[in-house]
T-cell receptor, first 114, second 109 residues
Framework: EAGVAQSPRYKIIEKRQSVAFWCNPI?????LYWYQQILGQGPKLLIQ????????DSQLPKDRFSAERLKGVDSTLKIQPAKLEDSAVYLC????????????FGPGTRLLVL | AQRVTQPEKLLSVFKGAPVELKCNYS??????LFWYVQYSRQRLQLLLR??SRESIKGFTADLNKGETSFHLKKPFAQEEDSAMYYC???????????FGEGTQLTVNP
């Protein structure tokens, strides 16, 4: 089966600019996750969707980050405006259900904010 | 709050030697523990989970609630085991995964 797809793979922007990331989960997977992984750290969950509803966004910096999952399939994560500390790899993952033990990860988008 | 600690950022062993990657957690309940692995230029992927009590690629991990640990072990390391290993915890099915900072394992020939 096709894995989780993400685009772009790399992005370089200047601070205060906006950026958007796209994720296409594995077909049939109801749950979608966005993680932020700063260099030298483990992934940190930003937001979790169950179909097109938000399950957990407690760690999402809502003043600048937003995410949506229209029609319960693809998802976009946006940062507006970006700060230097947003430089990280943004990982998308999906699982069959919210209690699915296996999360399947995409290749990630590496963001550099200058 | 739940927290996962991997005390070693780097671990280097020789091929054929035993390896143990340490993971400690802080959570008062009964968590679910996982090990994820990321090989060079590959995606992060699940290696094993404690409830399955399985051995994957020769690796095992036992949940020790008394010591709040979930160490990953392999009796004879192979060069292809070289990778980044992350321990992760969630406090209930469907809740968020909390990852440790990871241990970079290098198996030397």
């Amino acid at each position: 089966e096709a894995g989780v797809a993400q685009s772009p793979r790399y992005k370089i922007i200047e601070k205060r600019q906006s950026v958007a990331f796209w994720c296409n989960p594995i077909s049939g997977h109801a749950t979608l996750y966005w993680y932020q992984q700063i260099l030298g750290q483990g992934p940190k969950l930003l937001i979790q969707f169950q179909n097109n509803g938000v399950v957990d966004d407690s760690q999402l910096p809502k003043d600048r980050f937003s995410a949506e999952r229209l029609k319960g399939v693809d998802s976009t994560l946006k940062i507006q405006p970006a700060k230097l500390e947003d430089s990280a790899v943004y990982l998308c993952a999906s699982s069959l259900a919210a209690g699915g033990e296996t999360q399947y990860f995409g290749p990630g988008t590496r963001l550099l904010v200058l | 709050a739940q927290r996962v600690t991997q005390p070693e950022k780097l671990l280097s062993v020789f091929k054929g030697a035993p390896v143990e990657l340490k993971c400690n957690y802080s959570y008062s309940g009964s968590p679910e523990l996982f090990w994820y692995v990321q090989y060079s230029r590959q995606r992060l992927q699940l290696l094993l989970r404690h409830i399955s009590r399985e051995s994957i690629k020769g690796f095992t991990a036992d949940l020790n609630k008394g010591e709040t640990s979930f160490h990953l072990k392999k009796p004879f390391a192979q060069e292809e085991d070289s990778a980044m290993y992350y321990c992760a915890l969630r406090y209930t099915s469907g809740s968020r995964l909390t990852f440790g900072e990871g241990t970079q394992l290098t198996v030397n020939p």
